[in-house]
């Protein structure tokens, strides 16, 4: 489906796995049958093969305005530029021995979220991809799925209310103004995987089967 909504376009593969647009709506990057992170134009002509032999590789995303292509496989992140011609590299962030990195997703100026597990408990953390620079975000205790807002400012994700119901919370980016977006009560509510909209006015979640929109 278009960046607008408005029309749809086959891509020129079997399988699209994750597929992400690019920040200014002009390439598709997602993981294909083969194992190959690729990117395509809207119209799925063009097709640019970045990186080959990520059997298992899942959420790739743009970083760095579009340069650059995150993508999690085996507990670890990788960088490659996306026009391709160079060999992936490990995104560090901080990561250690027996931290599992996954879930990456790009932001503005150079800004990346991602959920860490350390000794079994998960964390969102946020990334600077111009200075290599990770912290951990307060308030995110057991928190999955993050999605950055367009301006960086905010980060929605998913954790556990009191009652050990999943719900998608919003935090500001250094951690405070932590806020419970839903309500939901199990099993009615499966709420995962939030994205903010483009104007970062509603953030679309997947709700029982269903994608609902809400104001942040």
Known sequence: VSAGGS???NMPSNK?????WAPDGSRVAYLDEGGRL???????SDLIVVATGLNGASHPTWMNGGSFLVYALNGDLYKVPSLG???PVKVTAGHQQGDHDSAPQGGPNGSLVFQRVTN???WVWTYNGYNDAASKVANTNAGTSPSISPDGSRIAFITNDHNGIPQVWTVKSDGSN???LTDGTFPAAKNNTPVWSS???QIAFATSGAVVTMAP
């Open 85 to 87: 011609g160079s060999a």
């Open 7 to 9: 029309s749809s376009e």
């Open 16 to 20: 699209v796995v994750d597929a992400e």
């Open 199 to 201: 104007d970062g006015n």
């Open 38 to 44: 690729v990117s395509v134009r809207s119209d799925g």
């Open 178 to 180: 932590l806020t419970q």
């Open 120 to 122: 079994g408990v998960s």
